[in-house]
Nanobody, 138 residues
Framework: QVQIVESGGGSVQAGGSLRVACTVS???????????MAWFRQAPGREREGVAS?????????????TYAPSVLGRFTISQDSARNTVNLEMSDLRPEDTAMYYC???????????????????????WGHGTQVTVSS
């Protein structure tokens, strides 16, 4: 079994930066069966939406390795630190509309499988963290 823990949320003024991290722990064999990871967010009264995803598998073929929602493209960067089993989301030029609970999710699938289509869809992921709050004030 694999567990996901998010960290690094907090409060910042508009225009500032934050980094949230997602650490994966648990059974090593299962960790090796992760194909993709992603960040989603949910603001009060709104549906959960995909923010960014990253392919963490081993397939050398084509397909997008990282995907971003249009609203964060150019401001957010997702990256993987394999040695620490961590996926980071660097957020810059933050806006009040970025305020939300941020959730990390993992897709448990064979690592040799290629990147998935539509990686910012919730149903593609089957393991979730409990979230970390990001608040941006104007």
């Amino acid at each position: 079994q694999v567990q996901i823990v998010e960290s690094g949320g907090g409060s910042v003024q508009a225009g500032g930066s934050l980094r949230v991290a997602c650490t994966v722990s648990g059974d090593t064999n299962n960790r090796n069966s992760m194909n993709s990871m992603a960040w989603f967010r949910q603001a009060p009264g709104r549906e959960r939406e995909g923010v960014a995803s990253i392919y963490t598998g081993t397939n050398p073929g084509g397909g997008e390795r990282t995907t971003y929602a249009p609203s964060v493209l150019g401001r957010f960067t997702i990256s993987q630190d394999s040695a620490r089993n961590t996926v980071n989301l660097e957020m810059s030029d933050l806006r009040p509309e970025d305020t939300a609970m941020y959730y990390c999710a993992a897709r448990m699938a064979p690592s040799w499988a290629p990147p998935i289509i539509q990686p910012l869809v919730q149903s593609k992921y089957n393991t979730w963290g409990h979230g970390t709050q990001v608040t941006v004030s104007s």
